[in-house]
Structures are given as structure tokens and as C-alpha cells.
């Protein structure tokens, strides 16, 4: 199994940004698709970006795209969240997950095997 460990989140104010990065240990990273999902307090954990182990494939929520960006660097056993033009409505906790041997990247919450314990994101003026 992989160990995930999220990091950058804080409090910023909307319109602002903010970037968030998942470190991986363990097996392989590149032998992983990844995803970013987010909670919200008493909502359920939500997708929010997922990329392709070779990072050319990427999907978004319709909540985030244009303002959101997933990358990862394999070479640094890395994921990243770009959020640009922050709302007050992305605050939540954020966590990264990692589905392994596939190829391409998906959306649903069980495809994933491992989660990071996640990192708090808070916009607010």
C-alpha cells in the first residue's frame, strides 16, 4: 500500500489561492492514478480532480473546473492541487487518494485504496 500525507492547506480569503500537495511513500507512485476529494462539515466526501498515473488524463467536478488544476510529479512521488479563485463554498477538508495499477483516473469514492489523512482548507473574508 502507498502512505499518503496531504499539505498547504490554511485559511485565505475568496478570490484568493492556494496550492495543495500529496506526498506518497510505499509502493510505486506511478503505478497509481490519484485523486483529490474533499468533506465538507455534515455533507459527504465529494470528487473534486483525479489524474492518470502518466498524468496526461485528468477529470474535474463541474464545481471546480476552470478554477481548479491536478498535477502530479512522479519523479518527486507527488500530487498537486492548484485552487485558483477560491470560494467560500470550497472550504472543507481535503484529502488525496490513490487507486492503484489503474491507468486512467476515476471519480468514485470506493475505486480508491489508499487516503491521506487529509488537510483543512478554509475561505473566508
Known amino acids: 500500500q502507498v502512505q499518503l500525507v496531504e499539505s498547504g492547506g490554511g485559511l485565505v480569503r475568496p478570490g484568493d489561492s492556494l496550492r495543495l500537495s500529496c506526498a506518497a511513500s510505499?509502493?510505486?507512485?506511478?503505478?497509481?492514478?490519484m485523486g483529490w476529494f474533499r468533506q465538507a462539515p455534515g455533507k459527504e466526501r465529494e470528487f473534486v480532480a483525479a489524474?492518470?498515473?502518466?498524468?496526461?488524463?485528468?477529470l474535474y467536478a463541474d464545481s471546480v473546473k476552470g478554477r481548479f488544476t491536478i498535477s502530479r510529479d512522479n519523479a518527486k512521488n507527488t500530487v498537486y492541487l492548484q485552487m485558483n479563485s477560491l470560494k467560500p463554498e470550497d472550504t472543507a477538508v481535503y484529502y488525496c487518494?490513490?487507486?492503484?495499477?489503474?491507468?486512467?483516473?476515476?471519480?468514485?469514492?470506493?475505486?480508491?485504496?489508499?487516503w491521506g489523512q487529509g488537510t483543512q482548507v478554509t475561505v473566508s473574508s
Open positions: 487518494a490513490a487507486d492503484y495499477d489503474r491507468v486512467t483516473p476515476r471519480m468514485g469514492i470506493y475505486d480508491y485504496d489508499s
Open positions: 510505499g509502493r510505486t507512485f506511478s503505478s497509481y492514478a
Open positions: 489524474i492518470s498515473r502518466s498524468g496526461r488524463t485528468t
